[in-house]
Nanobody, 125 residues
């Protein structure tokens, strides 16, 4: 059974850091691309970042470039999202999702096959 489990969310002050974890089971992250998405209250889900371990490619939304870093540990079958210099507008439920590759449509939620349950990130001002 394919499963994605996010963790690492919490409450942090503006300027602080958090590291999110996406633990995969039922498949290997080396064979799939993993995307991170977020959904602020009363807003649509938006793509944050994507990593394709097979070729090392990474993608970021403009709003997080230079602040967030996506990485993977194939031995642990886990993908990470390191979030630095957090802002109140980063507050959202963060989800990880899997699809065969990142590609040009990486930020479209409908292109992903599997989803985790989400983890809340709250950034206070």
């Amino acid at each position: 059974e394919v499963q994605l489990v996010e963790s690492g969310g919490g409450l942090v002050q503006a300027g602080g850091s958090l590291r999110l974890y996406c633990a995969a089971s039922g498949f290997t992250v080396d064979d799939y691309a993993i995307g991170w998405f977020r959904q602020p209250p009363e807003n649509d889900r938006e793509g944050v970042s994507c990593i394709s371990s097979s070729d090392g490619s990474t993608y970021y939304a403009d709003s997080v470039k230079g602040r967030f870093t996506i990485s993977s540990d194939n031995a642990k079958n886990t993908v990470y999202l390191q979030m630095n210099s957090l802002k109140p507008e980063d507050t959202a439920v963060y989800y990880c999702a899997a699809r065969p590759g990142c590609g040009s449509s990486w930020s479209r939620p409908t292109q992903y096959d599997y989803w985790g349950q989400g983890t809340q990130v709250t950034v206070s001002s």
